[in-house]
């Protein structure tokens, strides 16, 4: 099915308001989205008869699936009010690129929203009644009228009810963010007795390792080392001390009193040519400003995982 789709990017307000002045026979009608913590809610904005509605939907819907529910909906409105016309043009603008990006797709699988379909086959129903539709992605927060409007409109207090099916990748989501929450809450409680080293790394629990998505460029002992530092596990002196392996925590390499490390990485004085090093390094990808002060804060960047392993390489060998 020949979906007309204008996928336009531009540069400048004027850019877009010349645009517009080239559809100048088109109806114009706007949708727009909004989620909070509170609501959610749609509503599309006919900018030529001054008409717009704004619909209040069920909370588990994404704000995609409500963006295109608004154009649905512009859609059914297109349908009722202006079957009896000869002939009628309409653009419909919306201001999310991804929502124009799924109606561009034009393979059939599972993965698109089941509201795609459905506008697909509302557009072809309306192109038999001569009511032409083109789609057109427009600047958001650029001082648009028309699209400052339906926002403001989908943001208002008043609605309509709309009961619409949720789809099942929008309770997925929710099912996931909520499992996500409760692991928060329920690892906040457990690492008040336990895990309080990388708690200070990874603040958050994540569904994904560090190195999930660069295991093709990664070496298992880079992998091994930084795993080791992250739950602070590692062969140094004052954690096997700790574990009762050894009697002395003293560092072999200077005779400071405690080597764990916080001192192997910024302090002992046997490694000042590799810390120098490595320093450099972290400015290069950091930064001057974003200089990690402590252990923590080193480890805190994925980025300088290849230098912190190069340091442990140079100067203890593993860790």
């Not at 459905?118 to 992605?137: A, G, H, M, P, T």
């Not at 692991?183 to 200070?200: C, D, I």
Request: proline fraction near 3%; glycine fraction near 2%.
């Amino acid at each position: 099915m020949n979906i007309p789709i204008h996928v336009n990017k531009y540069n400048s307000k004027d850019e877009f308001l010349e645009f517009l002045n080239t559809k100048n026979n088109f109806i114009k009608i706007y949708t727009d989205a909004s989620k909070t913590s509170e609501r959610t809610a749609f509503a599309f904005f006919n900018q030529i008869y001054n008409y717009g509605v704004v619909y209040r939907c069920n909370d588990y819907l994404s704000v995609f699936s409500a963006e295109m529910l608004a154009i649905l909906h512009a859609l059914q409105y297109v349908l009722k009010n202006f079957s009896n016309y000869t002939q009628s043009y309409f653009l419909i603008l919306c201001d999310s690129m991804s929502v124009v990006n799924a109606l561009c797709n034009k393979n059939i699988n599972l993965s698109p929203h089941y509201t795609i379909y459905k506008i697909r086959s509302l557009v072809y129903e309306l192109s038999i009644k001569n009511l032409f539709i083109e789609f057109c992605w427009v600047p958001s927060h650029s001082g648009i009228l028309g699209n400052e409007l339906v926002d403001k409109l989908a943001k208002s207090s008043y609605s309509v009810i709309c009961n619409c099916p949720v789809s099942y990748t929008d309770l997925n989501d929710y099912i996931k963010d909520l499992m996500i929450k409760r692991w928060e809450l329920s690892l906040a409680h457990t690492r008040q007795v336990k895990g309080k080293w990388l708690a200070e790394i990874t603040p958050k629990p994540s569904t994904s390792s560090w190195f999930e998505k660069s295991t093709k460029f990664l070496d298992r002992q880079l992998i091994t080392a930084i795993c080791r530092l992250r739950i602070g596990h590692c062969k140094i002196p004052s954690h096997l001390y700790r574990l009762k392996l050894t009697d002395n925590e003293s560092c072999i390499y200077c005779n400071y009193e405690i080597c764990d490390l916080q001192h192997l990485f910024f302090d002992c004085k046997q490694f000042s040519v590799q810390r120098l090093l490595l320093i450099c390094q972290c400015q290069d990808l950091l930064g001057k400003c974003d200089l990690p002060k402590n252990i923590f804060d080193l480890l805190k960047f994925p980025l300088l995982y290849n230098s912190i392993f190069q340091f442990i390489q140079s100067t203890v060998g593993s860790i």
